[in-house]
């Protein structure tokens, strides 16, 4: 018999992970970065603006919990960079960079892998702690894609000298991951995302026309490589450890990089990568429809990424409960949840709207979740009459 789609977590009422750095704690993370303020002092501001966005997300309603991401620079460098060695980062814009509705093009991070990736210490774990120690609900912590090395720098960039063969480098991905996972359970953690924008992204002919330039092989990347390296990094994973994915076509400062529907690699990404829910980015016609989700095994929860994070302006609760009504047409509600369609900061600069904003947004989320599912508490659901 197949079990029904898990819902606590995620939640009918959840969230992507990255919320709006205080701007006090940029100005001081600048001035760690010049050698004015030390590790100590950034630490102790890192813990009060947590603390208060802690409070700040239990008061609007939400039930899933995180850090906001307020100790990384971006959702992903951090991780290789300081967590595992070995990569280094630039600014890119000519293969691919980020643009915002207002047509202005921001350079995005791109990596070069020039040296062995290794797993020393937990990476997560004591940011974890932190927060878990400051909420009875559920905590959530967000990890980097296993792919996303390999994407944005393709073989070429990952240097012979490092790596000789693919197989040892994806070795160490694997290691590295399986590690950290295991340090993450053991601090207490039970709901991990992983942010995954390649497979998103990838459905765009422009990025695979990239990867075939360098030489990779975008098919073979989308159906077997990809797929494959992702199920190997979070292979033997807890039973009670809920592993979500969140795909999206680029999140920076109002900005995106991709666009396409999911129709390319939904059957693999919904019955091939060994994953519990899926948070798809779908708030705008760059997602595509909702035909994909006929694709999403009963045992599956898909939450909505209906409401951006990149504009300021308010959705409307007749159109979010239009659209969750008009995917309920492909795969059934029950298996629903909403969310918005990426975080407010995947990068330390931040969206381009304010924090009150961010949270009216959370709000209506939380608001449109329970009328349309009914009100949660963490461990129980009152439903309401439909």
């Not at 953690?189 to 092989?217: H, I, S, W």
């Amino acid at each position: 018999m197949t079990a029904s789609a898990p819902h606590d977590p995620p939640f009918r009422a959840d969230q992507v992970g990255s919320l709006l750095r205080p701007p006090e704690l940029k100005k001081l993370r600048q001035e760690h970065a010049a050698g004015k303020v030390s590790a100590d002092e950034l630490r102790s501001s890192e813990d009060a603006a947590i603390l208060r966005v802690v409070a700040q997300q239990e008061q609007v309603g939400l039930q899933s919990i995180t850090d906001g991401e307020f100790r990384r620079e971006d959702f992903y460098t951090d991780f290789f960079v300081r967590g595992l060695g070995g990569v280094e980062v630039r600014q890119e814009q000519t293969v691919a960079f980020f643009i915002d509705h207002e047509g202005r093009k921001i350079p995005v991070p791109w990596t070069q892998v020039v040296s062995r990736l290794r797993w020393r210490k937990p990476i997560y774990a004591e940011h974890f702690r932190f927060l878990s120690s400051l909420t009875k609900r559920t905590p959530k912590v967000t990890v980097p894609s296993p792919i996303i090395l390999h994407f944005t720098c393709g073989e070429v960039a990952i240097r012979k000298a490092a790596y000789p063969d693919m197989d040892l480098f994806w070795a160490d991905i694997t290691d590295a991951y399986q590690k950290e996972m295991r340090s993450l359970y053991e601090a207490g953690c039970r709901y991990l995302q992983v942010d995954d924008p390649p497979m998103a992204t990838l459905c765009n002919e422009k990025f695979q026309a990239m990867m075939k330039g360098r030489g990779d092989d975008p098919d073979h990347a989308l159906n077997e490589l990809y797929p494959e390296m992702i199920n190997r990094a979070f292979a033997n994973r807890p039973s009670s450890l809920h592993l979500a994915m969140h795909l999206c076509r680029g999140n920076n400062q109002s900005g995106w990089f991709g666009e396409g529907g999911y129709d390319p690699v939904a059957e693999v990404l919904f019955n091939k990568i060994n994953v519990d829910s899926y948070f798809l980015e779908y708030e705008s016609e760059r997602a595509g429809g909702f035909e994909p989700l006929r694709f999403v095994p009963k045992n599956k929860t898909v939450v909505l990424g209906l409401v951006s994070s990149k504009l300021p302006q308010l959705e409307s609760k007749d159109m979010l409960k239009r659209r969750i009504d008009e995917a309920a047409k492909y795969i059934d509600i029950d298996q629903l949840a909403l969310s918005p369609q990426c975080g407010f900061a995947s990068s330390a600069e931040g969206n381009r709207l304010s924090e009150e904003e961010q949270f009216a947004k959370l709000r209506l989320v939380v608001e449109v979740a329970n009328e349309v599912w009914g009100q949660e508490t963490g461990t129980s659901r009152m439903r309401r009459a439909v």
